[in-house]
């Protein structure tokens, strides 16, 4: 009996044998902000930037990385007001906060039951979260401020296309950051 127990146990991979792993402060800190940046000054020279959410990326690849639900939503949340903060005046603060938050917990934990390291599960986490990420702001606006929102989905298919092909390449510049 006690070797079933102890080859059970061999065979299970606990979440201190997944790998997590860390960030620098200076890497917490610069990358969401120069993502938000991005986000807020090159829709200015190019036009089809708008579609792309660069802290929507930096989110997922920071909950992905760590593995922890509760540090990606905190991460979400933060990335998330920044974001807001540069939002302009006709936007509400704490939309993006609620939006990133909820997916930054969502990606963590995904991040431990699948493997994230994948480009093929890189590419269809962005799409899937990029398609959630844009209902949940949706639903926001809409349930709880009572704005009219225009839903297409023809656009938030083609966004989250856009965005998945460029997370790829996101997220294959920002694993130079990981350390264990």
Same mark, same amino acid.
């Given at each position: 009996?006690?070797?079933?127990?102890?080859?059970?146990?061999?065979? &299970?991979?606990?979440?201190?044998? =997944?790998? %997590?792993?860390?960030?620098?402060? @200076?890497?917490?800190?610069?990358?969401?902000?120069?993502? &938000?940046?991005?986000?807020?000054? =090159?829709? %200015?020279?190019?036009?089809?930037? @708008?579609?792309?959410?660069?802290p929507l990326m930096v989110t997922i690849f920071f909950a992905v990385a760590r593995r922890n639900p509760v540090s990606g939503c905190i991460t979400g949340c933060v990335i998330g007001l920044l974001q807001d903060l540069f939002a302009g005046p006709h936007h509400y603060l704490g939309m993006y906060g609620i939006a990133l938050s909820i997916i930054g917990y969502l990606a963590s934990s995904l991040g431990v039951k699948i493997d994230v390291e994948n480009p093929g599960s890189r590419f269809l986490i962005t799409y899937v979260f990029f398609v959630m990420h844009q209902g949940i702001y949706y639903g926001v606006a809409h349930g709880l401020l009572r704005e009219t929102q225009v839903w297409s989905w023809s656009h938030v298919a083609i966004s989250a296309l856009a965005n998945a092909v460029l997370g790829l390449f996101v997220f294959a510049l920002l694993d130079r950051f990981k350390e264990r």
């Open positions: 009996m006690s070797s079933r127990v102890t080859s059970f146990r061999g065979s &299970v991979t606990s979440r201190e044998q =997944i790998a %997590v792993y860390e960030f620098s402060w @200076p890497t917490v800190i610069f990358v969401p902000l120069v993502a &938000v940046l991005i986000q807020i000054f =090159i829709p %200015v020279k190019v036009r089809f930037f @708008p579609i792309i959410d660069l």
